[in-house]
């Protein structure tokens, strides 16, 4: 499956951001899904992740109750809709897809986005 994401951009803090990720080449229900990100001198790092038919989602402790993760198979986009952004939300975002059923492992993910970039300003 090859993945596009789009939608980031520079926003002040306290702002919001929908990221999107357009999925082609395969059905996107066949996969779960994640975004990444990586901020500068940083490791990448798993924001949220949801399950091929999004009854199962899961949120690194530092986005919980700002960043909802959600999926339209229809449309085949995964969304991450970013809220009361921070200048520590600044990075690449990344798109993933895995074929378990869940996954929260980098190295489970075997589909990437190119990355779009989000910028917070303080």
């Known amino acids: 499956v090859q993945l596009q994401a789009s939608g980031g951009g520079l926003v002040q803090a306290g702002g919001s951001l929908t990221l999107s990720c357009a999925a082609s080449g395969r059905t996107i229900s066949s996969y779960a899904m994640g975004w990444y990100r990586q901020a500068p001198g940083k490791e990448r790092e798993l924001v949220a992740a949801?399950?091929?038919?999004?009854?199962?989602?899961y949120y690194a402790d530092s986005v919980k109750g700002r960043f909802t993760i959600s999926r339209d198979n229809s449309k085949h986009r995964v969304y991450l809709q970013m809220n009361s952004l921070t200048p520590e939300d600044t990075a690449v975002y990344y798109c993933?897809?895995?074929?378990?059923?869940?996954?929260?492992?980098?190295?489970?993910?075997?589909?990437w986005g190119q990355g779009t970039q989000v910028t917070v300003s303080s």
């Open positions: 993933a897809a895995t074929l378990r059923a869940i996954a929260t492992m980098e190295a489970d993910f075997g589909s």
């Open positions: 949801i399950s091929w038919n999004g009854d199962s989602t």
